[in-house]
């Protein structure tokens, strides 16, 4: 959880003055794959009215303010599953919704789909 008033303009990330997070990981000795993982996580993060005036006003950030910004807060979803192929090898899946993407209701959602091998020596 995090926590701006939106009077300091945010320079680390993202344009993001409040966040609320949550997710939940799973080994896979449930289903006779204890090396592999599952996961599902969510992310509600928000501006606060100083920033969203900025933006509607047509101000840039790191990566929202493209225009008159329509605010509403963003909403990510995001799973994966980390699939232990050999050891030292694993292969991940995720897939990630993010619902009015960069505060603005009049975008998205947009769906992100990744893959990612991992070779551990």
């Known amino acids: 959880m995090s926590w701006n ?3 300091t303009e945010g320079w680390a990330f993202t344009d993001i003055d409040h966040s609320l997070s949550t997710g939940l990981s799973l080994k896979g000795k449930a ?3 204890p090396d592999d993982t599952v996961a599902a996580a969510a992310a509600a ?3 606060a009215k100083p920033a969203q005036d900025y ?5 840039l950030g790191i990566l929202a303010g493209d225009g008159r910004l329509s605010y509403a807060p963003e909403a990510i979803l995001e799973t994966y599953y980390s699939l232990s192929v050999a050891e030292p090898l694993t292969l991940s899946f995720d897939y990630q919704l993010v619902v009015d993407p960069a ?3 009049a975008r998205g959602p947009v769906s992100v789909f990744a893959a990612r091998l991992d070779l551990e020596f």
């Open 45 to 47: 993060n928000g501006l």
């Open 103 to 105: 505060f603005d209701s």
């Open 55 to 59: 933006f509607a006003e047509g101000g």
């Open 5 to 7: 008033d939106g009077r």
């Open 31 to 33: 289903w006779g794959r």
